[in-house]
């Protein structure tokens, strides 16, 4: 596991929220779903979050994205431009775009490099995160489901930021490519620099990858602790069951 640097990359302070549910006439009531949430996001740490579905999960990364208002608290970042790994490639990606158009557009909107540094910045990310140079011409349905998500990572880290949200980002792949992808997204914080929130239903994903672990019932963090501690001596029934869940 790797040593905590005690520099903050992310403080959630507090945090309650939810969100708009869409009714008959226009917007419907407001459904809360977090309530006082707290915890901090070192530099260098790999934070994993942790719960059944409907425990509020991705309704916390949305907010701390800033896609969702909080309703109290607040939301603190350390870092410029954090970003998503989506969990379903497939969808993160656009059909009709090759991988070359996919990871180049970000850079084009940010209007900051010529042509040529973009390319080069593309080849580069695609080396990083190891897939082919004749990716790049590919669309999305020409490739792998690991290939897809190795384009999603690299979609995410190509305006290099230092603090990334991964949720649930194996769990449409088999057990051969998660391995692959938790091991390559180990490679990328070393060498990278980089800080994630990791969301799973599967303590084993988090057990294998994650410094740190947040466990969430009913949006709210119930128990929190380092992974060897947590899953030795874990303190809460319910974070018993998701053990006892997962062997």
């Given amino acids: 596991m790797n040593q905590r640097d005690e520099t903050l990359v992310l403080r959630v302070d507090h945090l309650s929220g939810g969100y708009r549910v869409p ?3 226009g917007r419907g009531g407001y459904k809360d ?4 949430v707290t915890f901090d996001l070192h530099h260098g740490e790999i934070l994993g979050l942790v719960g059944e579905s409907g425990s509020g999960k991705s309704t916390l990364a949305k907010t701390i994205l800033g896609m969702l208002e909080p309703r109290e608290g607040s939301v603190t970042h350390y870092t410029k431009r954090p970003q998503m790994i989506f969990q379903d490639p497939s969808s993160a990606l656009n059909p009709a775009y090759s991988v070359a158009w996919t990871l180049e557009e970000p850079l084009r909107i ?8 973009r390319r080069r910045r593309v080849r580069d990310m695609l080396e990083l995160v190891e897939l082919p140079e004749e990716c790049l011409a590919a669309r999305p349905s020409e490739l792998s489901g690991g290939q897809r998500q190795r384009v999603c990572i690299a979609a995410a880290l190509i305006q290099r930021p230092r603090f ?22 180990k490679k990328l914080r070393d060498e990278l620099d980089l800080s994630y929130l990791f969301i799973s239903h599967d303590l084993n994903v988090v057990y294998q990858l994650c410094d740190s672990v947040l ?33």
Avoid: C, N, W
């Avoid at 779903?33 to 006082?36: S, W």
């Avoid at 940010?110 to 540094?117: I, P, Q, W």
């Avoid at 990334?164 to 997204?185: N, R």
């Fill in 164 to 185: 990334l949200i991964a949720d649930e980002p194996v769990s449409a792949l088999d057990v051969t490519i998660q391995a692959q992808i938790l091991k390559l997204l």
């Fill in 110 to 117: 940010y209007g900051k490099y010529d042509a040529a540094e």
């Fill in 215 to 247: 466990v969430m019932k009913g949006g709210r963090v119930i128990e929190q602790g380092r992974v060897e501690e947590l899953y030795a001596h874990p303190k809460e029934d319910y974070t018993r069951q998701l053990l006892a869940a997962g062997e």
């Fill in 33 to 36: 779903v977090l309530h006082d």
């Fill in 23 to 25: 009714g008959l006439f």
